[in-house]
């Protein structure tokens, strides 16, 4: 963001400009010098959100004895600060401060982490030295700016957790803006009305404040543009065949269902599930935003990255702690659930997960939010997501032909909760794929022609009843999923033979009424229903 001077980055220069400086400096080392009490602002992630945080700083040049105390619930890394601090300040080419020092961060009934106050206490001791110059003219006025970052022991930033929640922060404060580390300044800068500056050394945040340093704002992106030109790593014509389990995506993006999908190993489950983004509609700016927020209180932004213009697929491995999978920790963290928000979480080699994990799970899917709560504090993230899981008949990858196939079969899908399945509206048979669709060229359904059809399908639901068919209630289906009296029998019959339940025949009239939305029928006619019903495999085997 600025570029690198010599004279700016060892400080000298600096130290030579402020007269008031150096004579606050002459006093301080001569023990002249009375008691010197700072404050800087910075903020605290609680979940996904900051709140404020004053950085105190109490100096008392007259007690010989160095004694430095870091109170306000500080956790390891923030009690380190200060040694990063000292070596920070001194490797930049100031003067360190001598006698007690008191840090302190407010409020103090919660509990600061992490290295981001760093920077806001070395602020806060070089304005209690006299290296910056409190309130001078033409330089940034310190009061009016949220300061968050990591420092290297030569005086370099390095970047933080939660950036763009400071940036937010800064603004519902009604703050001129943030100074944060080079790297998270373009997620800083999708906030609009607040200036950001990105600085890289110790010495340039120096040299905003003393005025010495042109400010040099980052530029706020096009947020809009940059979602229409996003493009899915993984087109849907790159895989043959399996033109049956690609139509019950369609239907699953159009209506915003849960998926599963069943069949050999190699069948093509993982890439189908990692191309579902792409026909999914596409991110608001609303929601590219929510979910940045996220990845950016988690520290799952790549550098540099300013803005998650995809749907995310999370795809956790079977052996994740049900504290990975919903989030957790002393302080919490959001999870691969809310990591998933907007987006996918697939679940591949389902009935390996331990049963306890995949409870998990029944909640958020319900209520689209997972709290979690500590002694401490209570946090909710949020976790409306799309659950697409995958599944091998046995734990071999495929089935022994006769009756000990299917015993086989039917032990290795016992171990999946019943509960967990009625909450999965489709299931789908992947089976595996024919030489000669493999050697043909890859010409079968893309994601382009996929996502018109659940694109046109959806704006049918949002402008019929204000939501997906996924999220409509029992009552909602009485009055928006009409069915024709031979659709009406045709489901009591299979309801009857098959044994299904009550939540699979409110199941069986969403993915019905998705269909028709596909076909673009007001009523749910008899083949929406038989469709429907091949979509709950696992009724019929479980």
Known sequence: MFPQNPSYTDGSAMRRSSAEGVRRRLAFCSGMLLPMLTRVQSSLLSGIDALPCEVEVDLDPRDAARREVVVGLPDAAVKESLE??????????????????????APADVRKEGPVYDLPIAVALLLATGAIRDGQAGGLDHRRYLFAGELALDGRLRPIKGALAIASLARERAMDGVIVPADNAPESAIVDGVEVLGVHTLSEVVGLLNGELEPQPTPHPDIAGMLRTAEPEIDFSQIRGQESVKRAITIAAAGGHNLLMIGPAGSGKTMMAKALPGVLPPLTTEEAIEITRIYSAAGELRGGQGLVTMRPVRTPHHTASSAAIVGGGIVPRPGEISLAHRGVLFLDELA????????????????????????QQTVRFPACFMLVCALNPTPRGDVAPGEVGRREMERYLSKISGPLVDRIDIHVEAPRVPVEHLQRAANGTGTREMRERAL???????????????????KQLDE?????????????????ELGLSARAYDKI??????????????????EHIAESVQYRLLDRRM
């Open 84 to 105: 990063r601090v000292r070596s920070a300040i001194a490797n930049a080419g100031y003067e360190n401060p001598i006698g007690r020092l008191l840090v302190n961060l």
């Open 509 to 526: 009239r969403r993915i019905a009424r998705t269909i028709a939305d596909l076909a673009a029928c007001d009523t749910i006619q008899t």
């Open 352 to 375: 390996e997960f331990p049963r306890f994990v995949l409870e998990t799970l029944r909640q958020p899917m319900e209520d689209g939010v997972v709290t979690i709560a500590r002694a």
């Open 456 to 474: 046109g399908a959806r704006e049918r639901q949002i402008a019929r009843q204000g939501c997906a068919n996924a999220a409509l209630t029992g």
């Open 480 to 496: 928006y999923a009409p069915m024709d009296d031979p659709a009406r029998t045709l489901l009591a019959g299979a309801m009857k």
